[in-house]
């Protein structure tokens, strides 16, 4: 209504926090987004107040309490993970193997629920990288996959991938078609 975006193409995209505001956001509000892109995103809040990074009074406030049932009803209801039906938007997913905050196994979950559900999630994920990417040789390759991603749901320009993809060690889950036919 304001004329800020197109309504038909409006994308989400974060990391961390915010990766599991692109997981929500389509699972929640599936008329809303032509697409996401979550970068090491939470998809199963139980499953992550369960890990060691979260045993802290800081997390157990902030996000919930795996020991109390009101806490976990809530986490449950408010995961992704549990409502990946509602997906409409494609969705592009990504980690690294050495996170020790939002661990791999978090966005393998989300991918193959995804992936079960016949949503075609793209999932590719980066064995020396941790919970945010340090290598350039990576940013390189996801930029180059994410960029020609956006471009396909949201239109606009993008650069040529070339050889991006493949300059940093990175394992494609889903998505091989659309990686491999880059351009």
């Given amino acids: 209504d304001n004329g800020i975006s197109v309504s038909d193409k409006v994308g989400i995209w974060g990391w961390s926090y915010g ?9 929640f509000h599936p ?24 045993q802290t009074n800081l997390w157990r406030y902030a996000t919930g309490d795996v020991s109390k049932p009101e806490d976990v009803d809530t986490l449950i209801a408010h ?14 997913l ?10 791999q196994s978090q966005v393998d979950d989300m991918a193959e629920a995804l992936e079960f559900a016949d949503k075609n999630p793209i999932y590719m994920y980066y064995p020396n990288e941790g919970h945010d990417y ?18 396909m749901h949201l239109g606009g320009q993008y650069e040529a ?3 991006d993809p493949e300059k ?10 659309f990686i491999g036919d880059l351009k």
């Fill in 19 to 27: 990766g599991y505001a692109a997981l929500a956001g389509p699972a």
């Fill in 94 to 103: 990504t980690t690294g193997s050495l996170d020790r905050r939002v661990l």
């Fill in 168 to 177: 940093s060690r990175m394992t494609v889950v889903y998505g091989q078609n």
């Fill in 31 to 54: 008329d809303l987004y032509a697409c996401g892109v979550s970068m090491y995103g939470i998809g199963d809040l139980k499953a992550f107040c369960e890990s060691d990074f979260a």
């Fill in 79 to 92: 995961s992704p993970i549990n409502h990946v039906s509602s997906y409409k938007a494609p969705i592009l």
């Fill in 161 to 163: 991938a070339g050889n």
């Fill in 134 to 151: 340090g290598a350039p040789e990576t940013w390189m390759s996801f930029w180059s996959i994410t960029e020609q991603f956006l471009a």
